[in-house]
């Protein structure tokens, strides 16, 4: 039998996910920057006669500063480093670019042509960030408008160019156009299996959610409430919840703000809930907790302050409810359908005494 994930579960296993890849991420551009810092430094000082060298090279130096300090505060939005240092390693990129081209004090250096392939190799390597940091269609507009800007300002040059070095630009470009091309296949690969993975938990969800409340449905708490019994924690209680004179609403009102009234009761007890304690959709107008962490008077003392809440305040859409409640305590040799049954019996009570009320077995 397949392994039940609630939806819950599901929720905080991608959230857990998510902040474990951009941390991965976050350390990756930390270790990078500060690796590259030295490489940085003597690069800026083995050309700090030339003034272009001086300036673009100093920019590159301070942004890979401010990332450094950008990436060591967990608060800064991992995207905003991320497109600060996509906008800096670009402009000093064209920068140099302009500079290797246009300059004749550049044409006289005698790595000139190897200085033009390490330029469009970064260029490369920030196509693979662009795809990272945007969306992969904005990403490939992004890099097709950086391959005509390059083409634009190598056109004018390439008259005075030898046959040779001709065919290395001609090379060149070919790659990068390649390197464009064959990221946004990766990256169409690897928004196809996003997708895939989310439809999975759509269909996932659907099975184990009630459709008109979003919470957990009868099928869903059961299968986790056993898993909990499983563990003997004699903290556990467990309570049903019944709306006072629901039948009435339908009949005053009609079904949508009946429908309505359960979703906002719903919400409700979601919200006066605590993280670790669980609610679903037991059918109909009635309701199903667990609470977890505590004895027997706090968890009475939880169920009083809700069936308060509701009893003193209306609905959002103005409708003012009373609940029952019925609940039990795990006792060592438990199964859900005992706990459930004296829990339901509970509920009876409560009902018979006149209803609004908790009553505990």
């Known amino acids: 039998m ?17 902040r ?11 270790w990078a920057s500060l690796l590259s810092l030295p490489v940085i430094v003597w690069t800026w000082l083995l050309r700090f006669d030339l003034p272009v060298w001086r300036f673009s090279y100093g920019i590159l130096l301070i942004g890979l500063i401010i990332s450094l300090l950008a990436l060591l505060n967990p608060n800064l939005p991992l995207r905003w480093v991320e497109r600060f240092i996509l906008i800096v390693v670009t402009v000093v990129g064209f920068i140099k670019y302009v500079y290797l081209l246009s300059d ?36 490939f507009w992004i890099c097709t408008a950086q391959i005509l800007l390059i083409l634009t300002i190598t056109l004018p040059h390439l008259g005075g160019f030898s046959d040779e070095i001709l065919r290395e630009f001609f090379r060149l470009e070919t790659r990068l156009v390649a390197a464009a091309f064959l990221t946004l296949i990766l990256a169409k690969a690897k928004d196809d299996l996003l997708e895939t993975q989310n439809r999975v938990l759509d269909v996932e969800t659907l099975a184990y959610l009630d459709p008109l409340t979003n919470l957990l ?12 019994l ?10 049903l919840a019944d709306v006072d004179f629901f039948k009435s609403i339908n009949d005053a009102y009609g079904h949508e703000i009946g429908d309505e009234t359960l979703r906002e009761t719903a919400a409700l007890l979601k919200a006066s809930l605590r993280e670790s304690d669980l ?5 109909g107008e009635e309701f199903i907790i667990m609470l977890q962490q505590g004895d027997l008077l706090k968890h ?18 103005g409708l003012k409810i009373t609940l029952s409640f019925g609940g039990s305590n795990f006792q060592k040799g438990d199964t859900f ?25």
Request: hydrophobic share 40%.
């Open 2 to 18: 397949k392994k039940f994930k609630p939806y819950r579960a599901v929720t905080l296993g991608m959230r857990r996910m998510f």
């Open 337 to 361: 359908e005992s706990l459930f049954s004296r829990a339901d019996q509970a509920l009876y009570v409560a009902k018979n005494k006149g209803r609004n009320r908790v009553e505990w077995l």
């Open 217 to 228: 449905n009868r099928r869903a708490f059961s299968q986790l409430m056993q898993s909990h």
């Open 230 to 239: 499983a563990t003997n924690n004699l903290q556990i209680g467990l309570v």
């Open 279 to 283: 609610v679903g959709r037991w059918g």
């Open 300 to 317: 009475i003392q939880t169920i009083e302050r809700i069936r308060q809440q509701f009893a003193n305040s209306p609905l959002p859409n």
């Open 104 to 139: 004749p004090a550049a044409l006289q250096l005698t790595n000139w042509l190897g200085e033009i392939q390490a330029t469009f190799w970064n260029f490369g390597l920030g196509f693979i960030l662009i795809y990272i940091v945007f969306e992969r269609k904005k990403a």
């Open 20 to 30: 474990e890849q951009n941390k991965f991420k976050r350390q990756t551009y930390f």
